[in-house]
């Protein structure tokens, strides 16, 4: 075939589809009153829809819901069963999670602290750790679950992780050395900053940034430099604007 | 490093053209531009196709994401910055919308990609994203994506020099895709149905509770941004859209959507993006962003050039509807000229700001404030702070303060 039939072929295709596509606009509703059926529009002159509206999607099997449904919620749904004690987990987390995390759950470079930290949430430099911060155990468990140890997902099995999360709550002197925490038990342990949250109220607490702003003179004395961050100087070095000198 | 490390020079070549134009004065010396045939008006440039898909100009080489490599310790649970400094207009190119992960890009064939929706339902359902391309029902919107924590090094004072490192962590995009409501009335929600649990389907399984309300109200699945299939690295193939509300909760790579009647309290509702304030207690749930403003240019990495006319220019987002006002002030918040809003004022999507002005050489202290239409009001750092304590980490949306100096050169500071 000639190269310029061969175009003349794909030209007329496309015109014949723009043409179509032309129909199908002008055929279908500007705005139509319910969603219509998923295969109106495709075809204007196709025979009877048979499928009910929108049947797209099957059943979830159940256990594809299992395979996925993994997360865990304060109140204990969606903990597997299992059980680990201190002992195991302190031997799991010393393989598996400290070479980040620090030997003791202290972190290690920019890993999170998982340990300590008692009673600086109101100072200066606050630690955020499992034992002082976090409110609900079942957070940890769900998370060491579904993505610890960093890139090895999914991994742990049930017995590790309760192991683990038993070990990290001795390290924060929650339970005793001997503790086995299971399935059963996994409620009864309280965390020391349980109350330490409460919900969003900027809209009332800072109401004051709702208001009429002023638009001249507004503070009395001309403004002064107090802080630069070339000072600071931890700005990426690729990113400095070019230096006039 | 970066991947494509900038050098001083690359940056000064770039930089030194943008200065060619400003920097001609009025001259008897005919301009061999114009006099002399260039190369690219003689010879043949590349044929169609030689890029099959296009890429910015060689002379854009350095617009691109760069990352702050002291913040995190690995590149698979880092931030990469978009560079707002060198864009305009309220739509962020795909592959400059800032990235964060908490474990690399996961790269899923579409065919092998599955969304489940179960819970409190009466049919939980498998789809396909064949299946859900065909659903009924398709939407266009844009909206801005702002990570929680932007702007969260700032919080003790000036650190980062430059909008992409102190303000880089939000994009504006055009997505398509469905609305959550169309998915739900498909399943039947039961009515005990209070909480959405939305799940990833790369390594981090990345979780977040998000209220039914929310839901049903404005929140999509999307495939598509700005005209094509998502970025590897925003989710491909498909996304949560959570609009006006935290970056964090637009799960990517979204697989799961679970129905309950409580939250999950997951570790990115609990030990992160939560609020810690002076009292050692913590703001929980605090999902909507608050208004911002940012002006753009000048800034640290794009200084002024010249003397003469200048246009400031930036943007503005809240997430609590639409932009209804931005002010910018010269003189670090003395006094405030209301800044000339051009392109769509969408809610929930980045608004562009310009301000027109002549230079004479004078220092100055440029700040942008932006107001929305619920009434509120962009407070200074120094308000924030004194509301917030320093320790919050998350949703500093104080005005940002820039000395442009008598050279030009502009920097991130902070004012009293």
Redo the contacts between chains.
């Keep these: 075939m000639s190269k310029s039939r061969k175009f003349a072929l794909i030209a007329g295709a496309a015109f014949a589809s723009l043409a179509g596509a032309a129909l199908a606009q002008q055929k279908a509703p500007a705005v139509p009153a319910a969603p219509p059926p998923a295969v109106q529009g495709a075809k204007p002159a196709a025979a009877p829809v048979t499928a009910p509206p929108m049947a797209l999607g099957r059943l979830a099997l159940p256990e594809e819901i299992a395979a996925w449904s993994i997360a865990v919620r304060p109140d204990g749904q969606g903990l597997p069963a299992g059980k680990g004690s201190v002992k195991d987990g302190e031997k799991i987390y010393l393989e598996k999670c400290g070479s980040c995390h620090g030997e003791f759950g202290e972190g290690a470079g920019n890993f999170p602290v998982l340990v300590g930290g008692e009673n600086s949430l109101n100072k200066d430099a606050p630690i955020k750790s499992i034992g002082s911060y976090w409110p609900y155990l079942s957070t940890a468990f769900d998370y060491i679950r579904r993505t610890m140890p960093f890139g090895d997902a999914q991994s742990l099995t049930a017995d590790e992780t309760y192991a683990i999360v038993a070990f990290l709550l001795n390290q924060n002197n929650l339970v005793a050395d001997d503790f086995v925490l299971s399935k059963e038990n996994f409620a009864s342990v309280k965390m020391p900053n349980a109350t330490g949250f409460y919900e969003d109220d900027r809209e009332k607490a800072e109401k004051h940034f709702w208001r009429e702003p002023c638009m001249s003179n507004c503070v009395a004395t001309p403004a002064k430099v107090t802080g630069r961050a070339r000072n600071v100087d931890v700005t990426p070095e690729e990113g400095k604007g070019p230096k006039v000198e | 490093m ?1 991947k494509t ?2 050098h ?1 020079r690359a ?2 070549t770039a ?1 030194g053209a943008a200065l060619a134009t400003p920097a001609l004065a009025q001259t008897n010396a005919p301009d061999p531009l114009i006099t002399k045939v260039q190369p690219w008006a003689n010879g043949l440039g590349d044929g169609v196709v030689d890029k099959p898909y296009g890429v910015p100009s060689k002379f854009e080489a350095d617009v691109i994401r ?9 590149k ?2 880092s931030v990469s910055f978009t560079p707002l400094h060198a864009l305009d207009g309220v739509i962020t190119p795909n592959g400059l919308c800032f990235e964060r992960h ?2 690399g890009v996961a790269h899923i064939a579409p065919d092998k990609h599955r969304l ?3 819970g409190l339902v009466d ?5 396909t994203m064949d ?2 391309k ?4 398709r939407v266009n919107r844009a909206y801005f994506l702002e990570c929680a924590a932007n702007t969260g090094m700032e919080w003790k ?6 909008c ?2 102190t303000h880089g962590m939000v994009h504006n995009v055009w997505y398509v895709g469905l609305p959550l409501k ?1 998915l739900f009335e ?1 399943a039947g929600v039961k009515t005990n149905g209070k909480w959405v ?1 939305a ?1 990833g389907g790369d ?3 990345m ?1 977040r509770s998000i209220p039914m309300q929310k839901a049903l109200d404005d929140c999509m699945i999307a495939w598509n941004m700005n005209g094509e299939a998502l970025r590897p690295e925003q989710g491909y193939p498909l996304r949560l859209v959570v609009p006006g509300w935290e970056g964090n909760m637009w799960i990517k790579w979204l ?2 959507l ?1 129905i ?1 009647d ?6 990115e509702e ?2 992160k993006y ?1 609020d ?1 304030l ?11 962003m ?1 208004a911002k403003s940012i002006v753009t240019n000048p800034s ?4 002024l050039r010249a003397k003469g006319p200048q246009v400031l220019s930036g943007l503005a987002w809240s997430g609590r509807g639409s932009i209804k006002r931005v ?1 910018v002030s010269f ?6 000229v209301t800044a000339r809003i051009d392109g769509p004022v969408m809610p929930l999507s980045f608004v562009r700001f310009y301000v027109e002005f002549d230079w004479d050489g004078r220092e100055l ?1 440029i700040q942008s ?1 932006a ?1 929305d239409d ?6 200074t750092k120094d ?1 924030l702070r004194k ?1 917030r304590g ?2 919050s980490i998350y949703h500093n949306n104080g005005v940002q ?1 820039w ?1 442009v100096r008598g ?1 030009g ?8």
């Design positions: 970066n490390p900038l001083r940056f000064l930089a760069r990352d702050v490599e002291w913040l995190t310790v690995r698979e649970s908490h474990g489940m929706i179960h049919k939980p359902l498998v789809f299946e859900l065909r659903m009924a029902g004072g000036a650190q980062l020099n430059g992409q490192f169309v498909r649990l799940e390594n981090s399984l979780t697989r799961r679970e309950g409580q939250p999950w309290e997951q570790r609990t030990s939560t810690l002076p009292d050692g207690r913590a703001r929980h749930f605090t999902w909507v608050d640290p990495q794009a200084p002010d003189d670090g918040g003395r006094n405030w202290l404030r107001m619920t009434g509120y009001v962009q407070p308000e509301a320093l320790n303060t000395l050279d050169e502009t920097e991130n500071v902070e004012i009293s």
